[in-house]
């Protein structure tokens, strides 16, 4: 396996401080005629270098995980109609690099900045259906353990999990299972978070990128087990 420092560019590029700003603004002036008036604040200081991000990034990742990717900017516009929050806009950045694959259910990885936090997450949000039985048979087995001890290994290094969704043990598994914890999970990711986002506008963000997604690697070479097909190396 490549080390980072082998794979990550040397390329120098960051978000302009502006980002952080705009989304802390628009936080304290969430509502359509702040927006509009601010729309090419917008443009100029999250829209664009998102998309200049991506373009590196899915560069990035293809030479860290030998495959090719695509990306997805979420909308800065909010779907209110079933939430309480009728706020219209998000105050964050969220991005997903999705790999190339002909087949089955693969883990992607996330780009998320706030106000207040940065994010590098990786992993799958929500098992489909026949990736979820897969999933389950393999957490009942000898991998079961494998997943376990590799989850406590990226916990002590300070990587986030997030709570299961369900309450209890699904059925067809005893309620005292060994890998209970494991069970519970309709979807299993992992988080690399920071406080500091003033990394974000750092020369270094995109080596930073990868050297935070190579921590979450371990869980990502396992969820591959879930895919049919081989998925690069």
Not at 180 to 205: H, I, M, N
Request: charged share 25%.
């Amino acid at each position: 396996m490549s080390s980072v420092t082998e794979v990550s560019t040397s390329k120098t590029w960051c978000f302009p401080k502006g980002t952080v700003e705009f989304l802390r603004a628009l936080k304290a002036n969430n509502n359509r005629d702040w927006f509009n008036q601010n729309k090419s604040v917008y443009e100029a200081s999250v829209k664009q270098p998102a998309d200049q991000f991506c373009a590196l990034m899915t560069n990035e990742l293809h030479i860290f995980t030998g495959m090719t990717h695509t990306s997805k900017v979420y909308r800065v516009y909010r779907d209110v109609r079933f939430s309480k929050d009728k706020t219209p806009y998000n105050t964050h950045l969220h991005i997903c690099f999705f790999p190339q694959t002909t087949g089955g259910q693969s883990p992607v990885w996330f780009f998320g900045l706030e106000p207040d936090l940065i994010a590098f997450g990786a992993g799958m949000f929500a098992f489909e259906k026949p990736t979820l039985e897969i999933y389950r048979n393999l957490v009942d087995g000898p991998d079961g353990k494998k997943l376990t001890l590799l989850v406590d290994r990226l916990r002590g290094d300070g990587v986030r999990f997030g709570n299961p969704e369900l309450k209890r043990v699904p059925s067809g598994f005893d309620r005292d299972h060994e890998y209970a914890e494991f069970l519970r999970y309709k979807g299993l990711t992992a988080w690399c978070d920071s406080k500091d986002t003033a990394v974000a506008s750092q020369p270094d963000l995109i080596k930073f990128s990868v050297s935070s997604f190579d921590r979450l690697r371990p869980l990502v070479d396992w969820l591959k087990m879930l895919s049919p097909r081989p998925q690069g190396r």
